[in-house]
């Protein structure tokens, strides 16, 4: 039997045209297309849906409570694309022991961590 996949994840708004922009912006998915009004937006091989529901408010009220994760191969880069977008940061661009990790808040106020990994932790997994 074959094992589920996490392959989307859908990212509610009451603006999604702003947000869509914004990960577009900051983090240059790979394609971006509308699809009867959910807005795709591809990363690797992950799909970030962004749609408008009702019963979401302007900012999320616990941002913690699910984080997105970016693995990148140069986050120095990725963290100057992301200031460009007018990217607030929640913890800026910081070396934790060789891996570099920033937090950032996206127009909603979902986190939305960037992550470059040492080759030493990639290895540790």
């Known amino acids: 039997m074959k094992r589920p996949v996490l392959g989307s994840l859908l990212l509610s708004t009451t603006d999604p045209d702003r947000l869509s922009a914004w990960y577009t ?35 999320n009220p616990e941002p913690g409570r699910v984080i997105l994760n970016f693995d990148v191969e140069d986050a120095r880069d990725v963290a100057a694309r992301m200031e460009r977008a007018g990217t607030q940061w929640l913890a800026e661009l910081e070396d934790r022991d060789g891996s570099l990790f920033a937090t950032a808040i996206d127009p909603d106020g979902n986190y939305v961590q960037i992550i470059q990994l040492s080759e030493e932790h990639r290895q540790g997994m």
Request: proline letters at 3%; glycine letters at 6%; a negative charge.
């Open 25 to 59: 912006a900051a983090l240059d998915p790979s394609e971006t297309s509308d699809v009867n009004g959910y807005r795709l937006l591809k990363f690797g091989e992950f799909y970030l849906f962004v749609d408008t529901r009702a019963d979401v408010s302007d900012k």
